[in-house]
């Protein structure tokens, strides 16, 4: 099992940026691909980054590409999402994810964390 905790959303200006972190706990957190997915209202949730256990290598939704960038840190069983350049329409639910299993993070990860809210204002 995998526990995760996010932090760091909040309301912030259209332009601005935030820093998302997932604290996680349980099995070996470097043996974890990890990611970030988000829910707006009325709206599916939607993958938004991925990351390798190792850190290696990175996905992003082509809606976030050259203004969000994932990263870990496996010493502090940590994973981020720094958000620049944020948008009204980046206002969502952001959960962070993890599997064993790279390709499943990017669709339909096994853990999931609770959810923090990012608005981003007009």
């Known amino acids: 099992q995998v526990q995760l905790v996010e932090s760091g959303g909040g309301l912030v200006q259209a332009g601005g940026s935030l820093r998302l972190s997932c604290a996680a706990s349980g099995r070996t957190f470097s043996s974890y691909g990890m990611g970030w997915f988000r829910q707006a209202p009325g709206k599916e949730r939607q993958f938004v980054a991925a990351?390798?256990?190792?850190?290696?290598?990175?996905y992003y939704a082509d809606s976030v590409k050259g203004r969000f960038t994932i990263s870990r840190d496996n010493a502090k069983n940590t994973e981020y999402l720094q958000m620049n350049s944020l948008k009204p329409e980046d206002t969502a639910v952001y959960y962070c994810a993890a599997d064993s299993n790279i390709a499943r993070v990017t669709r339909s990860p096994s853990y999931w964390g609770q959810g923090t809210q990012v608005t981003v204002s007009s």
């Open positions: 990351i390798s256990s190792s850190g290696a290598f990175t």
